[in-house]
């Protein structure tokens, strides 16, 4: 009986360690993509990339990018990974605007997505779409955004802070709790 019991642990101790492995191994596949391709990149950690502080939620994701960012300022971008996937930090303001701007036709894919019928507003933002349906939300808001609208609208937007920044501060005067 003592046999089989030993025989029982060696297996399941092998078992867990060829599971860990190949977990392992499964999720650093990618970790020499950018290397590969010459690129300056930060150094992932296993199973989590570059996002391990935001998994145990040490930090918000928008404050790990930006120490990336910080961390690689001497760089046009930098190669990043999200757990096992590569993605690519753009520091450098002529590359934002060629690839919002004149190159966004390759760039119509992205990374988040939201199911349109559980949230159907945020769903349906042009950050949160793919494929066609992105092609046509930028199509139609293209023309709205034109420069000389944005700067008309500025004044509407300025006008409605300064609305909200009073208000805010009326409430706080007041006690008001949020």
Same mark, same amino acid.
């Given at each position: ?5 030993e ?47 935001c998994?145990?939620q040490?930090?918000s ?14 760089? @046009?971008?930098? %190669?990043?990974?999200? +757990? ?6 753009? #520091?450098? $303001? ?8 004149k190159?966004?036709?390759?760039f ?11 949230? @159907?507003?945020? %769903?349906?933002?042009? +950050? ?6 992105? #092609?046509? $939300? ?20 300025d ?15 007041e006690?008001?709790?949020?």
């Amino acid at each position: 009986m003592a046999l089989i019991l030993e025989f029982f642990s060696l297996f399941l101790f092998s078992s867990l360690t060829a599971i860990f492995i190949g977990l392992y191994f499964y999720f650093t596949r990618n970790f020499k993509f950018w290397q590969k391709l010459g690129i300056p990149y930060a150094t992932p950690k296993p199973f989590f990339g570059n996002l391990k502080d935001c998994v145990f939620q040490k930090v918000s994701l928008g404050k790990n990018l930006q120490q990336i960012y910080e961390d690689h300022s001497d760089k @046009p971008y930098v %190669g990043i990974f999200s +757990f096992d996937k590569p993605s690519l930090l753009i #520091r450098d $303001v002529e590359l934002v605007k060629n690839i919002l701007v004149k190159e966004s036709q390759i760039f119509i894919d992205h990374m988040m997505t939201v199911n349109v019928e559980l949230d @159907p507003v945020f %769903g349906r933002g042009l +950050f949160m779409l793919k494929g066609q349906m992105w #092609r046509q $939300v930028r199509t139609s808001l293209t023309p709205v955004l034109t420069l000389g609208k944005v700067k008309m609208m500025f004044h509407l937007v300025d006008i409605c802070g300064k609305e909200l920044s009073d208000y805010l501060d009326k409430a706080i005067a007041e006690g008001k709790q949020f």
